[in-house]
């Protein structure tokens, strides 16, 4: 027995000796009412080293911001997260809500989220297509105003829009964020935003080769699309959220030509839609997830991924830029 122990001891060892204090395991699961659900995509939980914990009542990165709460423990309809079980969630959670940050990395977003503005979100997906957990959906994520009681949100990592046309136009510097690499456009954290503690290695492209023209809330904007690991891991979230939560339908707001929508909803209208909408689908604040996001091509990939079912390893968005049109 003690050579046994021994065995296990040495194997413990040397997988701590491997792995090294900087690198971080990586699962595959969500958190749902304390139960893990996998997605098949890499996710880093609020609890692992190297998570962003949306549950801590002030600034995590910065020495000074805010005070209070981020987040509402269980949900408005019920304020005990323990009697929060997912047959009740499944009640209730009918809205999966597209965010971009304006914050490029979900390193970034999580600073701006928790320790200037106080808000949260219960995902970041970063341009290396790692999902990031801030809390248990069975809690109330700051994210989507009036919706907060009824939806899941994920901030996905970009710069978002900017005046198409006009250089001098661009107070955040986004054109700088992707520079010419061939005929692609490739990712480059401007230098002053240090370590952005991105996982997977680069480099990370656009999806498609050129900025994305279109217009939201009936202004022209341009954006450079999302990567396509990205893509990949919120057609894989996506799945297993419809799975978890099945009054989520696999659908979008559209106009009476069946495009997706670019506006506000009214909100009753927005009250009786049971889907995915952007954040700009709830308020003209905002633009999200900006012309550059691949609505069609996305939904079609859930409903791909549906029909093959979860065990499949079959990639289910293309890595090569312009390889799938909107
Ligand atoms: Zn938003």
Redesign the pocket.
């Known amino acids: 027995m003690a050579t046994g122990r021994g065995w296990r001891a040495a194997l413990l060892l040397g997988l701590a000796a491997c792995a090294g204090p900087a690198a971080m395991a990586t699962g595959e699961d969500i958190v749902v009412c304390g139960q893990r659900y996998p997605i098949g995509a890499p996710v880093v939980l609020w609890s692992d080293a190297g998570g962003y914990d949306a549950s801590v009542p002030g600034p995590v990165l910065a020495p000074a911001g805010p005070a209070g709460p981020r987040y509402t423990p269980g949900r408005s309809w019920e304020p005990d997260p323990a009697a929060v079980s997912l047959d009740r969630l499944r009640e209730h959670v009918d809205l999966f809500?597209l965010?971009?940050?304006i914050a490029g990395f979900s390193r970034n977003t999580f600073h701006l989220l928790q320790d200037e503005r106080a808000l949260s979100a219960h995902f970041l997906l970063d341009v290396d297509g790692t999902l990031y957990q801030t809390l248990d959906l069975r809690d109330q994520a700051w994210?989507?105003r009036f919706t907060n009681a009824r939806s899941i949100?994920v901030?996905i990592a970009n710069m978002g829009v900017f005046a198409p046309d006009d250089p001098s136009d661009d107070p955040y510097q986004k054109r700088r964020w992707y520079v010419r690499d061939g005929e692609r456009l490739r990712l480059a954290i401007p230098a002053e935003f240090g370590d952005a503690h991105i996982r997977g290695t680069g480099p990370f492209y656009s999806s498609r080769n050129e900025p994305v023209r279109g217009r939201v809330h009936g202004r022209e904007w341009a954006q450079f699309d999302f990567t396509p690991q990205q893509y990949a891991t919120l057609v894989k979230l996506t799945a297993a959220l419809r799975r978890l939560f099945p009054r989520i339908e696999l659908e979008a707001p559209r106009d009476a030509e069946g495009r997706v929508r670019t506006d506000e909803l009214p909100r009753a209208e927005l009250d009786a839609f049971h889907g995915i909408v952007g954040?700009g689908h709830i308020t003209t604040e905002?633009n999200?997830p900006g012309p550059a996001f691949q609505w069609d091509a996305y939904l079609r990939a859930v409903r791909e991924l549906e029909a093959r079912g979860a065990a499949s390893d079959v990639p289910v968005w293309p890595m090569d830029a312009g390889a799938r049109g909107p």
């Open positions: 809500v965010h971009y940050d994210h989507g949100g901030e954040h905002r999200e």
